[in-house]
């Protein structure tokens, strides 16, 4: 009799597990897209100083290398200077957006394949007074 009951005492423990990996699973992918979500804010931020305060009127490639090294795994940004066709003497601002920026979840969902989520568009915008070089804009620009 006691040989039976040391099978289900495994047996338990590996469902009990199982419940308790998985919740530690989902609660790492949750922090991870929480840190994702405050990591765009932060790469639209540095991208937005970076194109005011370098005067980048024509320069989305730069921006964009800016803001990977924050967030690799950004793919596509817009730079819009206000207004529209202006040069860096007569901008009155800049917004640049993240768009198209997917969190991959890393937990497996009952067997499928981890789903790509779509994250909603980040986007910052910084207005013409701070649109010039000073001592501490030395280091972002170059």
Known sequence: MRHRMEGATTVEFALGLLVFLML????VDFARMLFTWSAA???T???ARYAVVCDDTGQQALVLA????LL???NTVAVAWVPSGCTAA????VTV????LNYQWISPIAGAAAPLIPMP????????????QDANSAAICS
């Open 66 to 69: 800016r803001m990977r090294a």
């Open 90 to 93: 007569t901008c009155q601002g």
């Open 41 to 43: 804010h932060e790469a």
């Open 45 to 47: 931020r540095a991208g």
């Open 121 to 132: 568009g980040f986007s910052t915008y910084l207005p013409r007074e701070v649109m010039r």
């Open 72 to 74: 690799p795994q950004i």
């Open 97 to 100: 957006s993240i768009t198209g």
């Open 24 to 27: 530690v699973l989902g609660i």
